[in-house]
C-alpha cells in the first residue's frame, strides 16, 4: 500500500516571502500521479498542483511549484511571494496509475500561516 | 446545481442512529468518491463507483455503506452511528481522469 508522509504539522511565512512544504511517500510503481491540494478555512478542497511521474519537468501554476524528486520520492511545494490567502492547510495526495487508479491517498496535512 | 453538493452541511447525531449522507453532482462524471477528515490524518477514502451501479471499498469502509443508482447520486449511509464515526465527509468526483473535484463536505457529531 502507498502512503503519504507530511513531517511538518505547521508552517509560517511572511507575506511576500518565498515557503516550501515537504512531503514524501512510498510507492513500487512507477506510473503514478502527485498532488497538492489546499484547504482554505471554508473547508472547500482546492487543487493547487498535479505531478505526473512520468514527466521529468517540475509542475508550476502560477506563484506555486514543485520539487519533484522521483528516485527520492518527494515531492515539495514552493509558494513564492506569499499572499494572505494562501493560510490554509495543505494536503500531499498520491494516486497510483494502476489498478488503484482513481483511488487518493493523502498525507496527514501541514497548516500554514501567512503574517502580514 | 452547479459541481458538487452535499447535504447536510453539518449534523449532530446521537449513538445508534441511522444516517444518510447526500451527495449529488452535475458534471456527469462517472467516477465518485467518500472521505473522511480526520486531524492528523488526513483525508482516508470510504468508499468510491467508478459507474453508475457498481461501488467498491476503500481503505476505512467498516460501519459505511453506499449506492449507486445513477450517475449524479452517491449517498454514503451510517447504519447505526459510533463515535468513531465522527468526523468531516467529502464527497468528491471526477471525469476518469486523475483530476478529482470536491464538494463542500459535511461535518457529523456523533454523541
Known amino acids: 500500500a502507498q502512503t503519504v508522509t507530511q513531517s511538518q504539522p505547521e508552517m509560517s511565512v511572511q507575506e511576500a516571502e518565498t515557503v516550501t512544504l515537504s512531503c514524501t511517500y512510498d510507492?513500487?510503481?512507477?506510473?503514478?500521479?502527485l498532488f497538492w491540494y489546499k484547504q482554505p478555512p471554508s473547508r472547500q478542497m482546492i487543487l493547487v498542483i498535479r505531478?505526473?511521474?512520468?514527466?521529468?519537468q517540475n509542475a508550476t501554476e502560477n506563484r506555486f511549484s514543485v520539487n519533484f524528486q522521483k528516485a527520492a520520492k518527494s515531492f515539495s511545494l514552493k509558494i513564492s511571494d506569499s499572499q494572505l490567502g494562501d493560510t490554509a492547510m495543505y494536503f500531499c495526495?498520491?494516486?497510483?496509475?494502476?489498478?488503484?487508479?482513481?483511488?487518493?491517498?493523502f498525507g496527514q496535512g501541514t497548516i500554514l500561516t501567512v503574517h502580514p | 446545481i452547479a459541481g458538487i453538493t452535499q447535504a447536510p452541511t453539518s449534523q449532530i447525531l446521537a449513538a445508534g442512529r441511522r444516517m444518510t449522507l447526500r451527495c449529488t453532482q452535475d458534471?456527469?462524471?462517472?467516477?465518485m468518491y467518500w472521505y473522511r477528515q480526520d486531524l492528523g490524518l488526513g483525508l482516508r477514502l470510504i468508499h468510491y463507483?467508478?459507474?453508475?451501479?457498481?461501488?467498491g471499498k476503500g481503505e476505512v469502509p467498516d460501519g459505511y455503506s453506499v449506492s449507486r443508482a445513477n450517475t449524479d447520486d452517491f449517498p454514503l449511509t451510517l447504519a447505526s452511528a459510533v463515535p468513531s464515526q465522527t468526523s468531516v465527509y467529502f464527497c468528491?468526483?471526477?471525469?476518469?481522469?486523475?483530476?478529482?473535484?470536491f464538494g463542500p463536505g459535511t461535518r457529523l457529531t456523533v454523541l
Open positions: 468528491a468526483s471526477s471525469t476518469g481522469t486523475s483530476i478529482q473535484f
Open positions: 510507492t513500487s510503481e512507477n506510473n503514478y500521479y
Open positions: 505531478q505526473e511521474a512520468y514527466k521529468q
Open positions: 495526495a498520491f494516486m497510483s496509475g494502476g489498478t488503484s487508479y482513481g483511488k487518493l491517498t
Open positions: 458534471m456527469r462524471h462517472n467516477a
Open positions: 463507483s467508478n459507474t453508475a451501479g457498481t461501488t
